[in-house]
C-alpha cells in the first residue's frame, strides 16, 4: 500500500509549523512578508512558506507581475494571474500582494502592519533602510540546479 503524504495545500493548525529559520518568534499578532516571482511553485517554495509562517500570525506575500518580472530580466513561463492563484491555493499564506516595484517595500510593511520582511541575500535587494521599522530575515537563495557545465557539455 502506497504511504500517504499530506499535500502542501491543505490547512493544519499553525502549532504544527516548526519554525527552522533560527528566529524565535512570539505569536502575539506579528505579520511576516516576503516577496518572489514563484514561477513554477515547487516543493522548496512550500517548506519555505512553511517556515516563515511559523514566524508570525499571519504569512503576506508578494508575487511580481509579469511587468516586474520582465522590468528583472525574467520573463515568467506562467501568467501573474495563474502564479497568484497558485500562491494563495498554499495553506500557509494568508494573503497575496501584487509586486509592481521594489520601491514598494516601505509602503507594503507600514500598509500592512509587517513585524517581519524575509528576502533572499542576493545582493540585488538592498534592505538597508528598512531596519528601522521592520526585522530582516535573510532567506537562503535558490536550490542548486540539477546541472551543471559538465552536464551541459556532454548533451
Not at 503576506?60 to 530580466?73: E, L, P, S
Not at 497558485?86 to 510593511?109: K, N
Not at 521592520?134 to 546541472?147: D, E, F, I
Request: charge should be positive; charged fraction near 20%.
Amino acid at each position: 500500500m502506497l504511504e500517504q503524504s499530506t499535500p502542501p495545500f491543505r490547512v493544519r493548525s499553525r502549532a504544527q509549523v516548526v519554525p527552522s529559520l533560527g528566529i524565535k518568534s512570539n505569536l502575539t499578532s506579528r505579520s511576516v512578508l516576503t516577496y518572489g516571482c514563484f514561477d513554477g511553485f515547487r516543493t522548496h517554495h512550500a517548506k519555505l512558506l512553511a517556515q516563515l509562517s511559523g514566524l508570525g500570525t499571519e504569512l503576506i506575500v508578494g508575487c511580481a507581475t509579469d511587468a516586474f518580472c520582465a522590468q528583472m530580466g525574467q520573463m515568467p513561463a506562467i501568467p501573474f494571474e495563474t502564479r497568484r492563484a497558485v500562491v494563495e491555493s498554499c495553506r500557509y499564506v494568508t494573503r497575496v500582494i501584487a509586486l509592481d516595484s521594489w520601491d514598494q517595500r516601505r509602503t507594503d510593511i507600514v500598509n500592512y502592519n509587517i513585524s517581519v520582511l524575509a528576502l533572499r541575500s542576493d545582493g540585488l535587494t538592498q534592505v538597508d533602510d528598512l531596519h528601522d521599522i521592520v526585522q530582516v530575515v535573510h532567506l537562503p537563495g535558490h536550490p542548486a540546479p540539477r546541472w551543471n557545465e559538465a552536464t551541459l557539455k556532454s548533451a
